[in-house]
């Protein structure tokens, strides 16, 4: 089972990476700013030096290397965690949130910041620019949550 865990990881990892350097230096995104694809979509360049949403901005290079470091020690008990899952939705569900996260701590040792493209919006509200880890990452949260839902309710209830 752990063994599907950590290919669910390697392919987020590499799609993640790839879409990153078409970005980067094949569109050379960073001096376009933005190129509008839907009348709702962007590919916008955004370097991100917080976490999610931008939170907990690392403007140091202390605070980044702490970052990479709180990361990586997430991811490696998000990978402890696949090796003892019986489960196959939660290793699933695991394999994608330890290969958005390997990804965009790669993006943060090398770089500084996590390179962030994906804009969607709707008039004038904008969402928050993510890329594939990211994307990876809700979407292994909202396997987890659901499955913790579902798993809380197929239980008997004791009276």
Known sequence: MKAFGYSVAAVVFVLDQLSKYWVTYVLDLRTLGS??????????????????????????????????????????????????????????????????????IVDRARYGYVVDFFHAYWRDHHFY???????AISCGVMVLLARALWARDAQPVKE
């Not at 620019?129 to 994307?135: E, I, K, R």
């Open 35 to 104: 190129v509008e694809l839907l009348p709702v979509f962007n590919l916008t360049w955004v370097e991100n030096t917080g976490v999610s949403t931008g939170l907990f901005r690392a403007e140091t290079d202390k605070m980044r290397w702490l970052l990479v470091a709180a990361t990586l020690a997430i991811a490696l008990a998000v990978a402890v965690w696949i090796a003892r899952e019986k489960n196959r939705w939660d290793v699933f569900a695991l394999g994608l949130v330890l290969g958005g996260a390997l990804g965009n």
């Open 129 to 135: 620019v993510f890329n594939v880890a990211d994307a």
